[in-house]
DNA sequence: AATAATATCAACCGCGTTAGG
DNA sequence: GCCTAACGCGGTTGATATTAT
């Protein structure tokens, strides 16, 4: 199978995108809703190839992207879910529904991964951080278990958003449009993003972008073509997985591995209220194995 | 104040997967 | 069943911002 050209590269526009640019995507996608990324160029005139439409839509056009200040409880989810799912970020972000995998994924190289590298040094000599440590340490019964886990998880959220899919229109998701914290560039999205808020408002009775406030663009029927992986990635979370990991299920902690004894690392996800949250979830995913 | 070093993050690149002809 | 086109994902780059010297 031959790769193709994602776009043609003559006369596609690189870099920065400009405001106006947004507002021109954003005023397609108004119309027509999310997904046929090819289309977009050539019916918006705007000289991006469609991947990277798609791009600067999910990433940051998309209505409910929280951006930046990652609170310490999202950290240490995303630790957990990065030592269960390891570097696959989309689906890491399905359980981070305002976050996108991009920020997600950022945020891990720049700031996380330091983070844990200088945690682990203050506890053990491995350069690695303690969470990959500590899978390191587990058997290979235990490590094909977490995959199978991992699977288990995806399908268990694959089913609970196919479920849920009808009841989440008044998406938690959406909290997130009142509460955006502003960056840079944001004061001419914010104004895309109100755009945006009045569309929403009025047009939720449309096919496919219904949904995009509270998911993302890939809740659109045009996009549901996803992959298996993509199933699990792209799957709209509904707030219960979210909770559950977050340990507001309750949950028997039986059958759970033998516990390493704690670095600075484990200290540090251990702490504060969430330390039942990382039993139960850490409890959540033995409960399947 | 100027320069260098470092951090951050938006965007690009290339690969794998899959739907459709 | 094969081939092509498109999508989605993860890794990486590069521009900009911030901090240190």
């Avoid at 776009?7 to 870099?15: L, P, Y």
């Avoid at 990324?37 to 990433?59: F, V």
């Avoid at 759970?256 to 990382?278: I, T």
């Amino acid at each position: 199978m031959g790769r193709p050209p994602c776009c043609d590269k003559d006369g596609v526009k690189k870099g920065p995108w400009t405001p106006e640019e947004d507002i021109t995507l954003v005023s397609y996608i108004q119309q027509h809703g999310p997904g046929n990324w090819r289309a977009i160029p050539p019916n918006t005139g705007l000289r991006r190839c469609s991947k990277s439409c798609r791009l600067r839509w999910t990433n940051y056009l998309r209505p409910g992207i929280k951006r930046g200040n990652f609170t310490d409880q999202e950290e240490k989810l995303i630790v957990h879910l990065q030592s269960l799912l390891g570097n696959r970020w989309a689906a890491i972000a399905s359980y981070l529904p305002e976050r996108t995998d991009n920020d997600i994924k950022n945020h891990w190289n720049t700031y996380l991964k330091k983070k844990l590298r200088k945690l682990e040094t203050g506890g053990t000599d491995s350069p690695i951080g303690s969470v990959q440590s500590g899978r390191r340490s587990i058997s290979k019964g235990q490590w094909e278990r977490c995959l199978q886990t991992d699977v288990d998880m995806a399908k268990r959220a694959l089913s609970q958003a196919l479920s849920m899919d009808k009841e989440s229109k008044a998406s938690p998701f959406d909290r997130s449009l009142s509460s955006r914290p502003s960056s840079t560039y944001a004061s001419s999205t914010e104004n895309i993003s109100r755009l945006l808020a009045g569309w929403m408002s009025g047009t939720s009775s449309k096919p496919g972008v219904a949904q995009a406030s509270s998911a993302s663009v890939r809740a659109d029927p045009a996009s549901s073509q996803g992959s298996a992986s993509a199933s699990s990635s792209n799957c709209i979370m509904s707030p219960e997985p979210l909770e559950s990991l977050l340990g507001l299920h309750d949950s028997t902690p039986e059958g759970s591995e033998a516990q390493a004894p704690l670095s600075l690392l484990e200290s540090w996800l251990l702490d504060e209220d969430a330390g039942q949250k990382q039993e139960n979830f850490l409890d959540m995913a033995t409960d399947y194995m």
